[in-house]
């Protein structure tokens, strides 16, 4: 189920709560589709990156090699931000008067810090990422922050388009005012230089707004088509066989199917051996009853169950067996 989604799919986005296994996974994918010959590049969503812990090397914001086949990327929200930031107040300073370029400063700074701007700056880098690397790799495998965090983001390109298209019809609006009213001030003098006037200020600001905003919401459809198409894109969803990771995902699996978003499958990490002593045992009897419950609540999405390591899945290596038993737990499912 597992490599059959990596293998027919453009985009993956690997999703759950905090430390079940979401960059294990999203690597071992990576590396497994590597040695079957795909270019596949592992995206880092989370503020609080651990690809580069696991894969024992530094990644930033920048396309790396990790391994033959594999690259990696961490998204920095904050350097988005700034470069945002940076060119909408290259923007306004040109447009606004000299005078109160110290106003545009200070907007810009509480600006930074508004809420949503952190969200927003993620999104637009997960589609400029998608729109710049898509051509070069067979695959985009992204590894996301723990969950509400995500299936808010999921809904996020609607919600900007529908915000990017107020504000345009607000502005279409104000431009016809802002027109008539030229119309009004200009009147007697109009034509009077026989056309040569200079281009008016205004029109060229309100011009270059609506310049920004079409190519933000044209952006933000795209992204929107990519996570919708069930041909291209899936989201697992990785759990613990535990009370609350459990809850969760019925739960991550509600507000992603609402969102438009199809969950192609759900891996129930490090589960207990039955064989290993009693506490072990025990511990197994508890998640079949937590395991249940996800496939009463879920019962159409596919699953499959990956043991507890005796180790950390660390490095090439460790990848590679964890790899192995991704493999193999998706030759038992019946
Ligand atoms: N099946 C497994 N058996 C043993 N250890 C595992 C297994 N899967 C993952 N781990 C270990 O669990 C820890 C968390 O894994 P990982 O970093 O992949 O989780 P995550 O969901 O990405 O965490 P975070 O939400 O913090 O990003 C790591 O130390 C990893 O080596
Ligand atoms: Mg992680």
Sequence with gaps: MLLELAGTKKVLFIGGKGGVGKT?????LAVHQARAGKRVLVVSTDPAHNLGHLWGRRVGDKVVSLAPGVSGLEIDPARTTDEHLAAVGHTMRR??????????????????????????AILERIADVLETTLGDHDLVVFDTAPSGHTARLMSLPETMSAWTEGLLRRQ???????AALRGLDDGPERGVMGGSRRRDPRAERDHEIRRVLLR??????????VISD???TAFVIVLAAERLPVLETIELHG??????????????????????GHFLAERRTQEDVHLA???DALPKVPLIELPLLSGDVVGLGGLEKFAAEILRADNQRP
Aim: proline fraction near 4%; hydrophobic fraction near 35%.
């Design 24 to 28: 294990s996974v999203a690597s071992a």
């Design 95 to 120: 447009l606004m008067p000299e005078h109160l370029s110290g106003e545009v400063a200070k907007h810009l700074e509480l600006a930074r810090d508004a809420p949503g701007t952190h969200e927003a």
């Design 172 to 178: 279409d609006r104000s431009e016809r005012f802002g």
């Design 216 to 225: 933000r919401r044209t952006r933000f459809e795209r992204l929107r088509e």
């Design 230 to 232: 069930e041909t291209r």
């Design 255 to 276: 507000q992603l199917t609402r969102a438009g978003v199809r969950v192609g499958g759900l891996v129930v990490n490090k589960r207990s051996p039955a064989d290993a």
């Design 293 to 295: 419950t996800v496939r």
